[in-house]
């Protein structure tokens, strides 16, 4: 059975940080590409940021330079360091899992970003 589940969310001010993590259990983990998504209540889900399988990363241009994602083959993690967040940040925030057609998504972790 595939499992991703994410942590780490919560409420935090503007300019803050936080920092998200996907655990991953019953896949090979290391052979996935794995990235981060957001959605807004009534939008689509929106690309954040994702690395390979041998480390390359790539972002969404809103979250460039003040994001990194970097995962651990060893702990079978993802992360997602959020800094400078903005309001516009808020949205749940899911894990996600790309292997050839195999495609795998957490429930979500809300991050909300408010003064």
């Known amino acids: 059975q595939v499992q991703l589940v994410e942590s780490g969310g919560g409420l935090v001010q503007p300019g803050g940080s936080l920092r998200l993590s996907c655990a991953a259990s019953?896949?090979?983990?290391?052979?996935?590409?794995m990235g981060w998504y957001r959605q807004t209540p009534g939008n689509e889900r929106e690309f954040v940021a994702r690395?390979?399988?041998?480390?390359?990363?790539d972002y969404a241009e809103s979250v460039r330079g003040r994001f990194t994602i970097s995962r651990d083959n060893r702990k079978n993690t993802v992360n997602l360091q959020m800094n400078s967040l903005k309001p516009e940040d808020t949205a749940v925030y899911s894990c996600?899992?790309?292997?050839?057609?195999?495609?795998?998504w957490g429930q979500g972790t809300q991050v909300t970003v408010s003064s």
């Open positions: 996600h899992a790309l292997w050839h057609s195999l495609v795998y």
């Open positions: 019953g896949i090979t983990f290391s052979m996935y590409a």
């Open positions: 690395i390979g399988s041998g480390g390359s990363t």
